[in-house]
C-alpha cells in the first residue's frame, strides 16, 4: 500500500531564512511526486512535480524540491521565506496506482 | 480562464436528507476525482473517472455517488448523509490518469451534516 508521511504538522521560520517541510514516501515502482500548497479557503494548487530525471525540481514561487531515493524523501525548500508563503503544504505520491496518496498536511507559518 | 468550479461552496443539511455536490471544468480534462479533507488525516481520494460513463472507487466510497455523463461534470451523491461525512470536499481534475499528471483543484465545499 502506498503511505506519505509528513513528520511535521507545523513548521515556523523567519522572514528570510531557508525553509524545509519533510516528506516521505512509500510506493510500489518508480514513484511520482507533487507537492501541493493550500491557502486558506482556497483549494490546493500544484507547486511541482517530481517524474524522472534531475533529483533537484524546481517549482513555483520560488520553491525547489529534492528527491532522495536512497531515503525515499521528497523535502520541499526554499532559500528564502516570505510571510506570503504561509499556507498548508501537502506532498503526495503515485506508485503503480492511479490513486494518489497524500500526506497529511504541514502548516507552514513564516513570522516577520 | 481554466478552472475548476464547484457548488455549492457551504452546505448544511439533515442526517438522511439527499444532497449533490456539482463540479465542473472548462480544460476538456479526461480524468476527474472527488476528494474529502479531514484534519490529521490529509486529503483521501473518494472516487474517480477516467472519461465519460468511466467510474471507480477510490480509498473511501462508502455512503457516495458519482455519475460522468458528461466529460466537463462529475457530480458528488450524497444518498443519505451521516454526521461522519462532515468534511470539506474538493473536486480535482487533469488532462488523463497518467501518473505524471498535474491535478488542478476546485475552491472547495465545506458540508456539515446534523
Known amino acids: 500500500a502506498q503511505s506519505v508521511a509528513q513528520p511535521e504538522d507545523q513548521v515556523n521560520v523567519a522572514e528570510g531564512n531557508p525553509l524545509t517541510v519533510k516528506c516521505t514516501y512509500s510506493?510500489?515502482?518508480?514513484?511520482?511526486l507533487f507537492w501541493y500548497v493550500q491557502y486558506p479557503n482556497r483549494g490546493l494548487q500544484f507547486l511541482l512535480k517530481?517524474?524522472?530525471?534531475?533529483?533537484l525540481v524546481k517549482g513555483s514561487y520560488g520553491f525547489e524540491a529534492e528527491f532522495n531515493k536512497s531515503q525515499t524523501s521528497f523535502h520541499l525548500k526554499k532559500p528564502s521565506a516570505l510571510v506570503s508563503d504561509s499556507a498548508l503544504y501537502f506532498c503526495?505520491?503515485?506508485?503503480?496506482?492511479?490513486?494518489?496518496?497524500f500526506g497529511r498536511g504541514t502548516s507552514l507559518i513564516v513570522h516577520p | 480562464e481554466a478552472q475548476v468550479t464547484q457548488n455549492p461552496r457551504y452546505l448544511i443539511t439533515v442526517t438522511g436528507k439527499k444532497l449533490t455536490v456539482t463540479c465542473s471544468q472548462n480544460?476538456?480534462?479526461?480524468?476527474m476525482s472527488w476528494y474529502r479533507q479531514d484534519p490529521g488525516l490529509g486529503l483521501r481520494q473518494i472516487y474517480y473517472?477516467?472519461?465519460?460513463?468511466?467510474?471507480d472507487k477510490g480509498d473511501v466510497p462508502e455512503g457516495y455517488k458519482v455519475s460522468r455523463k458528461e466529460k466537463r461534470n462529475f457530480p458528488l451523491i450524497l444518498e443519505s448523509p451521516s454526521p461522519n461525512q462532515t468534511s470539506l470536499y474538493f473536486c480535482?481534475?487533469?488532462?488523463?490518469?497518467?501518473?505524471?499528471?498535474?491535478?488542478?483543484f476546485g475552491p472547495g465545499t465545506r458540508l456539515l451534516v446534523l
Open positions: 480535482a481534475s487533469s488532462l488523463g490518469a497518467d501518473f505524471m499528471e498535474t491535478q488542478y
Open positions: 510506493v510500489s515502482g518508480n514513484p511520482y
Open positions: 517530481y517524474i524522472t530525471g534531475d533529483n
Open positions: 503526495a505520491a503515485k506508485g503503480g496506482s492511479y490513486i494518489p496518496t
Open positions: 480544460m476538456n480534462h479526461e480524468y
Open positions: 473517472s477516467m472519461n465519460v460513463e468511466v467510474t
